[in-house]
Nanobody, 125 residues
Framework: QVQLVESGGGSVQAGGSLKLSCAASGRTLSRYHMGWFRQAPGKERDIVAAISRSPATPYYANSVKGRFTISRDNAKNTVYLQMNSLKPEDTAVYYC??????????????????WGQGTQVTVSS
């Protein structure tokens, strides 16, 4: 079992920045692929960014490429999502998730094994 706790969400104006953290307990994070997803009201949960186990190869959705950075600190058992140049359309609940096994199909919600409770990000214009 892995417990994930997100933090760092909040309300910012467009153009601002936030840094989300996802702290894991129960098992070492280094064995997992990690993903950040978001879900806006009335919409499906979509991948924002992901980072593979080793080597730590990042992936970004086109909508956030160049603005968001995913990173992992295995020593702290934590994954981060640095979000810069935020836009109102980034408003959503953000979730972190971990996946054991292969990197295949990492964009799909269904392949992740454990999820955090989510943290709200609100960007005003």
């Amino acid at each position: 079992q892995v417990q994930l706790v997100e933090s760092g969400g909040g309300s910012v104006q467009a153009g601002g920045s936030l840094k989300l953290s996802c702290a894991a307990s129960g098992r070492t994070l280094s064995r997992y692929h990690m993903g950040w997803f978001r879900q806006a009201p009335g919409k499906e949960r979509d991948i924002v960014a992901a980072i593979s186990r080793s080597p730590a190869t990042p992936y970004y959705a086109n909508s956030v490429k160049g603005r968001f950075t995913i990173s992992r600190d295995n020593a702290k058992n934590t994954v981060y999502l640095q979000m810069n140049s935020l836009k109102p359309e980034d408003t959503a609940v953000y979730y972190c998730a971990v996946r054991d096994g292969s990197w295949y199909d990492f964009r799909r919600v269904e392949v992740y094994d454990y999820w955090g409770q989510g943290t709200q990000v609100t960007v005003s214009s």
